[in-house]
Nanobody, 120 residues
Framework: HVQVAESGGGLVQAGGSLTLSCSASQILFGLNTMAWYRQPPGQQRQLVASINTRRGTTNYDGPVKGRFTISRDSAKTAVYLRMNSLKSEDTAVYYC?????????????WGQGTQVTVSS
């Protein structure tokens, strides 16, 4: 059973930085996408950034472009989110996600989430 765990959340002042980390408990064969989502208070979960592991391309939601950077390790078992110039509207629970397909079986693994609170 694959386990996914995030770390690195916390309380930070506006303008500050945080780096979130996320690891899978094993190598994921057929991995397609590693991503970070967030869920602000009272809102739905939304995509923040993603990496297409086959093409090596990245994608960012508009409000975080130029401030956040997603990266991964060479083994594709860990994904990171460097967050700079944080704003109060970045306050949310952040989740990492791994999607892919092993042979004919798709998978979609989520972490439990890590709280990021930005004080103004």
């Amino acid at each position: 059973h694959v386990q996914v765990a995030e770390s690195g959340g916390g309380l930070v002042q506006a303008g500050g930085s945080l780096t979130l980390s996320c690891s899978a408990s094993q190598i994921l064969f057929g991995l397609n996408t590693m991503a970070w989502y967030r869920q602000p208070p009272g809102q739905q979960r939304q995509l923040v950034a993603s990496i297409n592991t086959r093409r090596g391309t990245t994608n960012y939601d508009g409000p975080v472009k130029g401030r956040f950077t997603i990266s991964r390790d060479s083994a594709k078992t860990a994904v990171y989110l460097r967050m700079n110039s944080l704003k109060s509207e970045d306050t949310a629970v952040y989740y990492c996600n791994f999607k892919g397909r092993e042979l004919t079986q798709p998978y979609d693994y989520w972490g439990q989430g890590t709280q990021v609170t930005v004080s103004s």
